[in-house]
């Protein structure tokens, strides 16, 4: 087989594969309701609280825009699991016994993750025309203007993001949790690097190109405007139309063409490059772990061969009954074995810094303690969460763990005091603060900050199987919440002022929740098992 049919063999069957699932069709529906809330103006372009009137060019840039930041964040969790996937189902071992190359096998993948991730664009510019037929600001549609900002601003992007999620999986450490944190900070630094160097070509997401072009218009309409464009998301928020402020769209010249296309030749040239490091699922490729394989088998060797020395136990063995009180202590016992799994593993820098944190806790103003080092150091066990009820799939024991006795009640409570017990011990500096300071309210949703984590961690790991989600919900509620101080989605608590109690009980009420929702998926795993 050519290897271009085997490149086109492989993105087709991934793609099959992956939009047959519920995640690519609840990720196609959110992306929808993107498109929804922005048509109905619960997303917009804000220029010092004025827009212009919603011409197809403004329509196609703002509804691009939006789902290009969407999909170049949440976008890379989509698609990063093809790798592993093989890895894990052994089709992977399967293909390396294939002629297959690796630069084949990574283009494959590559094009089916950007084939996924273009299935939402195009959802979107379709979703845009339709608000263009439903706006009646401007009935002039030009298709043009209205398609262009997903052709070259969102396309080019999500190339990007395809081939960045590739290069995540062939890296060793990257492969896990750590990289599924790592992209939250590359795609903020993302955003963030045009605009404070003010260079075009360091713009993946193309923000600059729209800012310049609807920039260099508002000094004209909008009143005493001095620079600057966002997106926001309309809470009570009344924007002000200029009525005289018709954009045509984004001027498209020769060099903001070639300009954008350099970033999907950056990503064709990239792919290669991550097939070199890509270990084609050889999994012994260390001469540690060879070494480590050839002293197991020595040493079974050996235990074999004393065991063939040894008398043949026929009449001798005796089975000796349970005591009676044998249960007594059996969830404390399977308690300290979830703590103890949690723990499993981390080296001693990873203690070094929680203890660090919980100095720093202990040691800063009642402030700080209790708001941006307790969300750091909240964000720092995030592995050992995202661990939380997909353990057993992840390691393939669910058989042996869905066996045992009494295993929901048991097990299920067991595992969630682990992670509120690791919520508490890397938290217990601005709890000591908070009681000091005798701030009941302050105490209270620091105690549901310590509960709702570690329940949204076994809710969503039960429910998908995968730590993924976790991973990156919390990455991006740890930024939105403590790090820009928005009430409601501190989980701290810091941030919410007047209104600690009523939010402190949402929380609550959402950690009951995720629990009772764990529950009912354990208990459904557990009949089909």
Known sequence: MSPIRSIAAIAH?????????????????????LGYATATGKVFLNFDEYRGVYT???????????ITCFLTLAGFYIVKNSIERDRSTGVGQILAATPLSKTAYAFGKF???????????????VAALIMKLWSSEDPRINLWALLSPFLLLALPAVALTSVCALCFEVLPLLRGGLGNVAWFFVWSFGLSAPLLSGRRWLDPVGIMTVADSLGAEATHYVPNYHGGMSFQINIGQRLHVVQDWHWAGIPWGMHSVLLRLMWFAISLVIVPLAALVFD????ATSARRRSRAENAISATAQQVSTARNLPHPTSHIRLTPLASTAHASAFGRIYLAELRLALQGLRWWWYAVAAGLLIGQFAAPLKASRGPLLAVAWLWPVMIWSAMGSRESRFGTRALLFSCARILPRQLLACFLAGVTVAALVGAGAAFR?????????LFAWLAGALFLPAAALALGIVSGTGKPFEALLTIAWYVGPMNHVPGFDFTGAANGGQTI??????????????VAALLFRSRQLRSA
């Open 111 to 125: 094009f089916s993750n950007f084939a996924v991730l273009s299935c939402m664009v195009g959802v979107l510019a």
């Open 502 to 515: 009523p939010y402190t009980l949402v929380y609550l009420v959402l950690s009951t929740a995720l629990l």
């Open 13 to 33: 069957a991934d793609f099959l594969e992956r939009t047959r699932r519920y995640s690519f069709l609840l990720a196609l529906l959110f992306a929808v309701f």
């Open 434 to 442: 908070l009681l000091l300071a005798h701030s009941s309210s302050g």
């Open 280 to 283: 084609r699922f050889d999994s």
């Open 56 to 66: 197809s060019g403004w329509i196609g840039t703002l509804v691009a825009m939006v």
